[in-house]
């Protein structure tokens, strides 16, 4: 096959045709800014704050959006989280800090050990115990979010930059219509749709429309180190059973995850006008903002035993 664009050989496979190894990092840096532009992610007065888990995904946004922020002398800093995950987020933690020292992106780590005594494992041996129901996932999901948000406002972030692609989103969408989370659906789109309250960061996507391979291709072309494989707890996870579902689907039927995305855009608007608009409190145990008198870390904390309220 020939390259779409240049005609060299095409050896990067797309929905659209294919494209060689020369054009496709550019192909993939236009679409993130196109994403950018259209949906108006960020301005140059923004602090831009990169969830880093020193993935493929996260790393591949980096590298893009800090690129447009160099170019307009705005501030912008990393941090990671280390859920205390053996052998796979150390690494991705180092491949993490290797990047940012690179680029001389300013970067913070925070640790599941200092914030809550324990890591996400040793947490979920005790939920288990406990007869918790609760997966692995989810509570590093909750407790992780917490960190992020918290940690980014009080760095000065506007924006919260996260790695979030096509495939994911895709994932997300289906797993929340499942499970009859349509409230949660008011997060979805390139800009989350959180509250506009002062304690919430808001969360911006570039990489949206970008897909799982192409954004593993763009860190191999771009010689950006990774892990190229998923935490080892996922593989027992809904996400996982889900992800598998939608790939069978796209083999047979070549789009449908585009589709998925195109059309939860169209619908989210709608979402947001019956949920983002709800009252914001402030968590009577940690004082962080929530939905409800006690935010979803805090009685996830509490459901285990790890404190009192």
Known sequence: MKCILCNRKGEI?????????KCFPEYFQKKVYRTIRKYRLFSKDDVLCFALSGGKDSLAVAYVVS???RKQKQRMFAIGVDE????YREIQLEDMKRFCDGLGIEYHIFRFSDEYGKT??????IARKKGVDI???TLCGILRRRILNREARNLGATKMVVGHNLDDEAQTSLMNLFKGSVDLMARLGPASGDSKHKGFIPRIKPLYFCTNEETAAFTRLKGIKVLYKACPHRKDSFREYVDKKIESIEKDYPGTKTS??????????????EYINSEIKVCRICGEPSRNSTCKSCDT???IGLIKA
């Open 13 to 21: 496979e797309l929905q659209q045709g294919h494209l060689c190894e």
């Open 67 to 69: 690129q447009i922020a």
């Open 84 to 87: 205390g995950v053996k052998n």
């Open 120 to 125: 996400n494992e040793e947490m979920m041996d």
């Open 135 to 137: 997966s692995q996932c």
């Open 260 to 273: 998925i995305i195109q059309n939860i855009i169209k619908i989210v608007p709608l979402i947001r006008k």
């Open 301 to 303: 904390l509490r459901k």
